[in-house]
């Protein structure tokens, strides 16, 4: 029995001295120590992209006037998704001299929503390029809601595209930033 025990310390200890000699030669094989600066050197890279991919999709953020001049829209970070709503009417009231609601909505009980702070941008995704798409513009004008791209040509400018179904059977209106005036 002890000669079958000797025999067993003897494998295992030579199965230690393979997985060493297995280990020294990967480590060898792919200088780990090289590797481990290379792995962080790319997690800063990816990390340094995704801020800098943040900061471009949120240049959309701000107050921007329609092409009409009629009407200003904030446009604001929900999570992920970009939003805009009415802040700034031309003219807010209507004849009666009462605030301007959403009179054409093809909805009869939200047709009595003011203008002011409704939310006419919805559910935008950045998707490079200084593009935002998936989302809906309503126009209350005609009360249709209608799919919608965003493009922004420079820092100050956007083309705003709605469209049914396909984006070349559309609409593009180039709303301007507004530069508010600090106090």
């Known amino acids: 029995m002890a000669v079958e025990t000797s025999s067993l310390g003897q494998k295992i200890s030579k199965g ?14 792919f200088n780990f120590k ?3 600066k290379y792995f962080l050197f790319n997690i800063a890279l990816l990390f340094s ?3 800098h991919g943040q900061g471009e999709s949120d240049a959309i953020l701000g107050v921007w006037e329609t092409g009409s001049g009629k009407a200003r829209v904030k446009i604001d970070k929900v999570g992920e998704k970009f939003t805009g709503k009415v802040v700034w009417l031309r003219e ?6 009462k ?6 909505n093809p909805d009869e009980k939200l047709r009595t929503t003011p203008l002011l702070g409704y939310k006419l941008l919805r559910d935008f995704s950045f998707v490079g390029e200084k ?8 126009d209350p ?13 420079d820092e100050n400018t956007l083309d705003v595209r709605g469209f049914i179904g396909v984006s070349l059977f559309g609409r593009t ?7 508010l005036k600090k106090k």
């Open 34 to 36: 090289a590797m481990k």
């Open 16 to 29: 230690v001295k393979q997985f060493e000699s297995i280990t020294v030669n990967l480590y060898k094989l």
């Open 173 to 179: 209106d180039v709303w301007k930033r507004v530069q």
């Open 131 to 138: 593009t935002w798409e998936e989302g809906t513009i309503y």
């Open 141 to 153: 004008e005609n009360g249709s809601t209608y799919s919608c791209t965003i493009k922004m040509t």
């Open 92 to 97: 807010p009231l209507n004849e009666e001299g």
């Open 99 to 104: 605030p301007k609601v959403d009179k054409n």
């Open 49 to 51: 992209l995704a801020l």
